[in-house]
Nanobody, 112 residues
Framework: QVQLVESGGGLVQPGGSLRLACSAS?????????LAWYRQAPGKQRELVAT???????EYTDSVKGRFTISRDDVRKMVFLQMSSLRPEDTAVYYC?????WGQGTQVTVSS
């Protein structure tokens, strides 16, 4: 059974940084997977934030380019999202996505 567990969310002031982590279990060929982070703000649809492919290529939604970095550790079966220069509009629940499965989400709140 696939399980994804996110961590690292919290309250941060505008301009601050956070590093989200997602740990996967129950996945055999983790290194072959495309991994992604999504987010969902209150009253809005879930949106794709960042993707990292098995070869290491990355894609980002325009609003986070230059501020967020997605990375992966295939040995530990983890995916990370380093977020910097955070803005109030980044406030959302952030979800890890892999192998057609979702994590439970971690809340990120950017506020002074």
């Amino acid at each position: 059974q696939v399980q994804l567990v996110e961590s690292g969310g919290g309250l941060v002031q505008p301009g601050g940084s956070l590093r989200l982590a997602c740990s996967a279990s129950g996945i055999i060929f983790f290194s072959t997977l495309t991994l992604a982070w999504y987010r969902q703000a209150p009253g809005k649809q879930r949106e794709l934030v960042a993707t990292i492919f098995s070869g290491g290529a990355r894609e980002y939604t325009d609003s986070v380019k230059g501020r967020f970095t997605i990375s992966r550790d295939d040995v530990r079966k983890m995916v990370f999202l380093q977020m910097s220069s955070l803005r109030p509009e980044d406030t959302a629940v952030y979800y890890c996505f892999a192998a057609s499965n979702w994590g439970q989400g971690t809340q990120v709140t950017v506020s002074s």
